[in-house]
């Protein structure tokens, strides 16, 4: 029993980050292939994911009015991540 824990544990683990990589990945190649409001609506829920998981130390923001390759330079910026 003493070695089922640790790898119980281990299978939890990869589990979440494998949902996790699947949430994110989804994300991007859904903004990837998007532009103008569409675009902006994924960055937007990309940062708020990012937030609810607390990757970020607080919601990542754009601002009304930002021209695309700004979203797009943010947006890609924080996928690297």
Same mark, same amino acid.
């Given at each position: 029993m003493t070695h089922t824990r640790p790898l119980l544990i281990h299978i939890f683990l /990869? /589990? *979440?980050v494998s949902a996790y990589s699947q949430n994110v990945d989804s994300l991007? $190649? @859904?903004f #990837?292939?998007?532009r103008g409001? @569409?675009?902006?609506? $994924?960055a937007?829920? +990309?940062f %708020? +994911? /990012? *937030? %609810?998981e607390d990757f970020s130390d607080g919601r990542i923001m754009i601002h009304p009015g930002?021209? *695309? #390759?700004?979203v797009r330079a943010l947006t890609w910026y924080w996928a690297a991540e």
């Open positions: /990869l /589990l *979440a991007i $190649t @859904a #990837d292939h998007q409001k @569409a675009a902006v609506g $994924t937007e829920r +990309f %708020d +994911f /990012l *937030a %609810d930002s021209g *695309a #390759d700004s």
